[in-house]
Each structure stands twice: as C-alpha cells, then as structure tokens.
T-cell receptor, first 109, second 114 residues
Framework: DAKTTQPPSMDCAEGRAANLPCNHSTISGNEYVYWYRQIHSQGPQYIIHGLKNNETNEMASLIITEDRKSSTLILPHATLRDTAVYYCIVRVGGDKIIFGKGTRLHILP | EPEVTQTPSHQVTQMGQEVILRCVPISNHLYFYWYRQILGQKVEFLVSFYNNEISEKSEIFDDQFSVERPDGSNFTLKIRSTKLEDSAMYFC????????????FGQGTRLTVV
C-alpha cells in the first residue's frame, strides 16, 4: 500500500501557484519523497524528488518539513497543461514505485 | 532527451491468444519495470527486473506473465493466454540505479482483449 496521504482533488486558477500537500508520517530515514504526475492516460512523468532539503527544478519546487512527515509540491505558475493526477511517493532508490490514488489537479482558466 | 519507448501503442487481441509487449528502456539504465493501469484505476506494479532476472513481482504477475531482455536493449512482457481482465494500459519504466534513481516511464501500450 502507498505510504502517503493526499487530497483526492484540488482546483487552482491558471497563472497562480498550485500547492499540493502530501502526508507521509511513517517515512523511514532512508526513504526519499518523489513526485510524479499522469496527464490523462499517458505514462507517469517524473517531476522532482528530495530527502530532507527543499528542492527546485525547472518544473516545480518541493518543500519538505523538518520532521519529514509531510511535503508540498509547488507549481509556481500553473497552466492548463498542468491538469493531471499528481502522485506523492516515498521509496528507497531502486525499489518499485507504489502509486496511490494521487491528487487530481484541475487548472481553471 | 532520452526516453523509454513502447510498441505497439495499441494492441487488440482475442481471448486466449499470446501477446508480447515491447519496450526499449533508456540505454544506460539497469533497472526495468512493468506496470499496468486498468481504466479508471490506479497504476499497479507488476514486476521489476535487474541483472537479467526478476527482482520482485506482485501477486498480479502470475504464471501467465513473463518478462525477458532478449538482446540487451529490448525489454518484453509476454502474456501467454490473455483474459478479458488483462485489458489495460501497460507501462514500462527504467531507472539507472545508484542511490536515488528516478524511474522514467514510457507512454504505454493499450491492450484490449476481446
């Protein structure tokens, strides 16, 4: 079973920052937090990952709390193309990915 | 940018027939995976493959399923005798390995069993 809890759906206005929360209170010390998204029925797309520190790349930012029990994925300027299901996953590198139900993000024009 | 490619994009087969789904992982990757997604449901893990052998499989991956890396570049999933409930999107993924290997997914093969 997935070790994360996410809201089933969220709305965000186009051009605004989308903040997607994730709880992972049972995360182990050697597990990383990964975020993927799935646009319609396409293959899951890797977004970002982190261990303890906040991370940023060209797609998004990842904020991990100091106790590592929760995190937030930030899409700084959401566009209609960001409409997708977003998955928060904890895993040790190399292990299989266990997908939960994710958060369905709707970007509103 | 390197990507995982899957063929065919859509396969229709009759119940009881064998199908082979093909994947070309990213060239320097060492870990390979198959997942499936039944319409409207979660993405489910099937099998992982490393060093020319299965490293882990789910309870879905029964004797009807097999995987192979026949030539060092392709990674295949075979379903021996398809059932209606095998209809799904099948995704292949690969990762490099190392301490924090992000996995990259292909665009999937839609399998329809009639």
């Amino acid at each position: 079973d997935a070790k994360t809890t996410q809201p089933p759906s969220m709305d965000c206005a186009e051009g605004r920052a989308a903040n997607l929360p994730c709880n992972h209170s049972t995360i182990s010390g050697n597990e990383y937090v990964y975020w993927y998204r799935q646009i319609h029925s396409q293959g899951p797309q890797y977004i970002i990952h982190g261990l303890k520190n906040n991370e940023t790349n060209e797609m998004a930012s990842l904020i991990i709390t100091e106790d590592r029990k929760s995190s937030t994925l930030i899409l700084p300027h959401a566009t209609l193309r960001d409409t997708a299901v977003y998955y928060c996953i904890v895993r040790v590198g190399g292990d299989k990915i266990i997908f939960g139900k994710g958060t369905r993000l709707h970007i509103l024009p | 940018e390197p990507e995982v490619t899957q063929t065919p994009s859509h396969q229709v087969t009759q119940m009881g027939q064998e199908v082979i789904l093909r994947c070309v992982p990213i060239s320097n990757h060492l870990y390979f995976y198959w997942y499936r997604q039944i319409l409207g449901q979660k993405v489910e893990f099937l099998v992982s493959f490393y060093n020319n052998e299965i490293s882990e499989k789910s309870e879905i991956f029964d004797d009807q399923f097999s995987v192979e890396r026949p030539d060092g570049s392709n990674f295949t999933l075979k379903i021996r005798s398809t059932k209606l409930e095998d209809s799904a999107m099948y995704f292949c993924a690969s990762s490099h390995g190392g301490k924090v290997p992000e996995a990259f997914f292909g665009q999937g093969t839609r399998l329809t069993v009639v």
